[in-house]
């Protein structure tokens, strides 16, 4: 595609999973590139997957898409503040971008990368295009250059990996603050956004919270109503702030494993995954937090879960596109055909193993499950029913509303053996799962009652 550079060509700066004005080194570098050049500036939003899967579901479920936008209108309303909008492509097609860039004739495009296939292979048609495209990183807590290996030797176990960066004392950058320095709005021809259906986010557009929050026995803690966005990044920072001014955190060890507790475990990987909320910002605070009260070993796992997240970051910068074949890294695996009714059965809660139905319940109707429940409802996936990993991990995409592809993936890979742990695969004993972590049968009546919602 041959471009020629007209004088109001713009900084565009892509959001992808990173919808948040606070720490944004990709951001800062776009506007500042904006202003020394004289040029005008463009946000521009590709919102996740609309399309359906082999499966037969969309990509990204009604309740995932709701957060999302609530995150994107969190982002519209920041940006408003600086006199910018946040525009919204309809979706990462070949033809939309195309479409995209002859309407404006970037100048560059500044990202914030998600090292997974599909996300790497938008920004590859458009380096193909010729257009200059500057990615700053790829949203983990040390930056390639500080690692004590290079992202091409990444160690494959996860121990391993944890132990170098420990040993190894690298700081963490601490978090940027808010850019101050904005150049113009980039103006759009007339006519161009309705000829491209584009639009603009409506930084007042309200929050589906009925959907969010609708089903009362979720297990998660939202803010009250009226701090919508929900999904915003002013609502991250609260939320981080509320769970380590409650003690959460000093307690973390003791109560990541609980089943139902909307105070267990941390919940940043809601707003982590839009990327409203940084790791290093959560980080930072999480630091902050131990320098006033002291250090816990619940502070400290906290620190050893955010690694994980990097773990499977990284694994991906490195292994890409070959971690999502079927048998993942694994030399073979063999095939495994579906069975519809397996599916329908595992999706809907209707195993007949009642943990497990439970989990598949509580997904389907809150878009979240502690990370035992994960575990568990995966293992019984591929362990039990024989499935495709793949399967599972779609099922997962579009119902989690914190859905990340490179923890998804990390993750369903290393329950099924075909990623990089050499322990070959982790079986979860549904019963002693159960027993272990819901003695007392709350959890499962939590789920498996009649629901009694009008
Ligand atoms: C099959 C399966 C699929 C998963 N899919 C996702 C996913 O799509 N998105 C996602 O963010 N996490 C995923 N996880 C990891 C984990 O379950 C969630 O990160 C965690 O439950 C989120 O809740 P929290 O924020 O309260 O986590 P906390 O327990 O409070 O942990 C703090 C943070 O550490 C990171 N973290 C914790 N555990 C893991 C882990 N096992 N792998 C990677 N990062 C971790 C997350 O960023 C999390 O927010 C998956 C786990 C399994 C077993």
Redesign the pocket.
């Given at each position: 595609m041959s471009r020629s550079l007209p004088l109001g060509a713009p900084v565009v700066h892509l959001f992808i999973a990173d919808l948040r004005l606070h720490d944004h080194a990709a951001l800062h570098a776009g506007l500042a590139q904006a202003l020394a050049e004289g040029r005008p500036w463009l946000a521009l939003w590709l919102p996740p997957p609309a399309q359906p899967t082999p499966w037969g579901w969309p990509r990204t479920g009604a309740r995932r898409l709701a957060w999302w936008h609530s995150a994107a209108h969190g982002l519209a309303q920041g940006l408003a503040r600086h006199g910018h909008p946040l525009w919204c492509l309809p979706d990462g097609t070949t033809a939309t971008l195309q479409a995209w860039i002859s309407a404006c004739s970037p100048a560059a495009v500044h990202v914030l990368e998600v090292p997974a296939p599909e996300e790497r292979a938008v920004l590859q048609t458009l380096v193909a295009w010729g257009i200059p495209v500057h990615r700053h990183g790829i949203g983990t807590l040390h930056e390639a250059a500080d690692l004590p290996f290079t992202p091409e030797a990444v160690p494959t176990v996860f121990t391993a990996f944890r132990q170098a960066v420990e040993r190894a004392h690298t700081p963490v950058p601490g978090p940027l603050p808010v850019p101050t320095r904005w150049p113009a709005a980039w103006q759009p021809a007339e006519n161009i956004a309705d000829r491209l259906g584009w639009r603009c986010l409506d930084p007042q557009a309200p929050d589906d919270t009925a959907l969010l929050a609708g089903d009362a026995r979720h297990a998660l803690p939202w803010p009250p109503a009226d701090e919508a966005p929900w999904g915003g990044e002013a609502a991250a920072l609260r939320h981080l702030q509320r769970y380590l001014d409650g003690g959460h955190a000093r307690r973390?060890k003791a109560t990541?494993n609980h089943l139902a507790d909307p105070w267990g475990?941390?919940?940043?990987?809601?707003w982590?995954?839009t990327g409203a909320l940084s790791?290093r910002q959560a980080l930072a605070a999480l630091r902050a937090h131990e320098a006033a009260h002291g250090a816990t070993d619940g502070t400290y796992w906290?620190w050893f879960?955010?690694l994980?997240?990097d773990h499977?970051r990284w694994l991906h910068r490195r292994f890409g596109a070959a971690l999502y074949r079927a048998r993942g890294l694994a030399p073979h695996a063999p095939p495994r055909p579906l069975d519809p009714q397996r599916l329908a059965r595992w999706m809907q809660g209707e195993t007949g193993c009642d943990i497990v139905d439970a989990g598949m319940r509580e997904l389907a109707a809150s878009g979240y499950?502690?990370?035992r429940m994960?575990?568990i409802v995966?293992s019984y996936w591929l362990h039990e029913l024989q499935g495709d990993w793949r399967v599972g991990a779609a099922w997962?995409?579009a119902q989690?509303l914190?859905?990340?592809p490179c923890?998804?993936t990390?993750?369903?890979l290393y329950?099924a053996g075909l990623g990089t742990d050499p322990r070959g695969g982790r079986r979860f004993d549904p019963r002693k799962q159960a027993a272990q972590h819901d003695p007392d049968g709350a959890y499962r009546r939590r789920w498996l009652a009649p629901d009694t919602r009008p």
């Open positions: 973390y990541r475990s941390s919940h940043w990987s809601l982590l995954a790791p906290l879960e955010l994980w997240r499977f499950l502690s990370n994960r575990q995966a997962f995409e989690l914190d859905h990340d923890s998804n990390g993750n369903w329950i």
